[in-house]
């Protein structure tokens, strides 16, 4: 039986869907929608794409989730709320969170912007497709 004093907890009223949802985020980390969606459709009959994006963006007002934007295709999903980079293999497309990589913005400001927030992610090679020399 799942927990819904988590949802609670955030002022979401609990539903089966959202219950699922969060719980593949928990078991999963940076998942896309479709990666949602195509694990979750089978166990939730009436399930479609748009449910999980309006689900995910409820989560992401109340800030249970955070999305990641890796190229212009497709956002990343994850609970890990922590400051965090990211590193992504352009092999295999996994995705690795590694501590926060701190950015010198003064040139930034010296030009008159304003950074507001930044989103750092590595791309290469992970160290398990380097091993199998993919």
Known sequence: MFDTSKLE??????SITRLKIYQYLLDNDHPSVDEIYQALKNDLPTLSKTTVYNVLNLFGEKDIVSTISLDSKE???EMNQDLHSHFQCIKCGE????PYVNVDYDLIHQKGFESLEHNLVIKGICKKCKAQNI
């Open 75 to 77: 956002l990343r999903y």
């Open 95 to 98: 995705i690795y969170d590694f």
């Open 9 to 14: 907890k955030h002022g979401i009223k609990p």
